[in-house]
């Protein structure tokens, strides 16, 4: 029976039958067990979103970010942000793109080596082709597989990172979805990937990324590497970028980027976001690739580099957990105490990170107010830097984020 369900509430997500759909969907949510179909169908569902009046489709970009905020919990938590993806779901205006559509329109491409291909992609994205460029790129991933599509996409971002950095947000959250779905599911993403970045990289002329052939000079050290940015000595910062980024460390080189961008997160976030999905794009990109966009981020994105003094934990308090995690949900309701305070005080007690990011995603669905596309986007970054920081460095992100959420 559920998996009838399941297959009748997977036939409503691409409509506007909410009503319906969200009864179905708060039938099937008493069995955690369906929440991971449900998001992997979402996944395929909203990559679909196409709206004529947005420069910028939000669609995945919010669902990718509901659904790493969900990996920081399990069911029946985050029951109430993926109730809200579920209902975000169909107020969208969707292309009909199907995997076996696509398919079909991909094989339609006369076979031609990877380099050619690759070419031509971004001749027709710069040409404003969107539905060649969705056929080639599918065909790539076809051809290639998917890792290779993705890490064309994001380089044909790098371009012109976007307004806000939403040319790279994009393109890494339409990689990642299609990375999860995988073939041939995942040539969905893909393809209207290529519709868009056909409107939003139009014209866009290629940018040149000198290709090196080695590490370098400099020193693989992400201390050395904070300690010049604070000091503002950026005269030996590249070096030590590209190091890092040929010993497969490129990951590790946006630790002091990610701190920065969380103090000053910038307008509804996109500072911190951008960062974030950067961070991301690392893992598809070349060492050179990640060297340059390092070099660009940290000399464009922040100016103030450093973890501050007074963040920083002390020593623990006797204080039960449950009160706690209790104290933090007063923040999360009231903003009251601060979350700086609590989110403190149960760290400095040794409750362990995860948990109070997984109460975070667990309170969502009680944040009845605000502007949910940049709230959702803007709270997986603070969260997933936390997490990546780790426990000494994680109160600020959090006490910064939690602060100004929701928006």
């Known amino acids: 029976m559920a998996s009838a369900d399941l297959d009748r509430l997977f036939a409503f997500l691409p409509t506007f039958e909410h009503q319906k759909g969200i009864r179905l969907f708060d039938d099937l949510a008493k069995d955690p067990a369906n929440a991971a179909p449900i998001l992997q169908e979402l996944l395929l569902v909203v990559s679909n979103h196409d709206d004529p009046q947005l420069h910028t489709p939000h669609g995945l970009l919010t669902l990718e970010a509901g659904r790493d905020l969900l990996r920081l919990t399990r069911p029946p938590g985050g029951l109430g942000l993926l109730r809200f993806l579920v209902l975000y779901n169909f107020s969208l205006q969707k292309r009909a793109l199907t995997p076996a559509a696509v398919g079909a329109?991909?094989?339609a491409i006369p076979a031609a080596p990877p380099e050619d291909m690759q070419r031509a992609y971004r001749r027709v994205v710069h040409d404003h082709t969107g539905s060649k460029a969705a056929a080639l790129l599918a065909r790539i991933g076809l051809d290639q597989g998917i890792e290779t599509a993705a890490h064309l996409a994001i380089r044909t971002s790098l371009d012109d990172l976007g307004r806000l950095g939403h040319n790279l947000a994009m393109a890494v959250a339409y990689?990642?979805?299609?990375?999860?779905l995988g073939i041939p599911r995942g040539l969905v993403p893909l393809a209207n990937l290529g519709h868009i970045q056909a409107v939003s990289l139009q014209g866009v002329p290629p940018v040149d990324i000198?290709?090196?052939?080695?590490?370098?000079?400099?020193?693989?050290d992400v201390d050395l590497l904070g300690r010049l940015l604070e000091d503002w000595e950026f005269d030996r910062v590249?070096?030590?970028l590209r190091a890092l980024a040929f010993e497969g460390q490129a990951d590790a080189?946006?630790?002091p980027l990610l701190l920065a961008a969380s103090a000053e997160p910038g307008f509804l976030g996109h500072t911190l976001c951008e960062a974030h999905a950067a961070r991301l794009a690392s893992r598809y990109l070349t060492p050179s690739e990640n060297a340059w966009l390092l070099w660009k981020?940290?000399?464009?994105?922040?100016?103030?580099?450093?973890?501050?003094?007074?963040?920083?934990?002390?020593?623990p308090e006797s204080t039960d957990r449950q009160s706690l995690i209790a104290a933090l949900e007063?923040?999360?309701?009231?903003?009251?105490?601060?979350?700086?305070?609590?989110?403190?005080?149960?760290?400095e007690t040794d409750?362990?990170?995860d948990d109070i990011l997984a109460s975070v995603v667990d309170f969502y669905g009680q944040w009845t107010v605000g502007e949910k596309e940049h709230t959702i986007s803007y709270l997986n970054a603070v969260l997933q830097t936390a997490k990546f920081l780790g426990r000494e460095e994680a109160l600020l992100p959090l006490a910064i984020g939690l602060s100004k959420l929701p928006f």
């Open 105 to 107: 329109e991909a094989k």
């Open 175 to 180: 990689s990642e979805a299609a990375s999860s």
């Open 210 to 220: 000198p290709i090196f052939a080695n590490a370098g000079a400099g020193k693989p």
């Open 238 to 240: 590249e070096e030590i």
């Open 253 to 255: 080189a946006y630790r």
């Open 297 to 315: 981020l940290y000399r464009t994105l922040t100016t103030k580099f450093g973890y501050p003094d007074f963040l920083r934990l002390g020593p």
């Open 330 to 347: 007063s923040s999360l309701r009231y903003k009251s105490p601060p979350a700086e305070e609590t989110v403190r005080r149960a760290l």
């Open 351 to 353: 409750v362990p990170l």
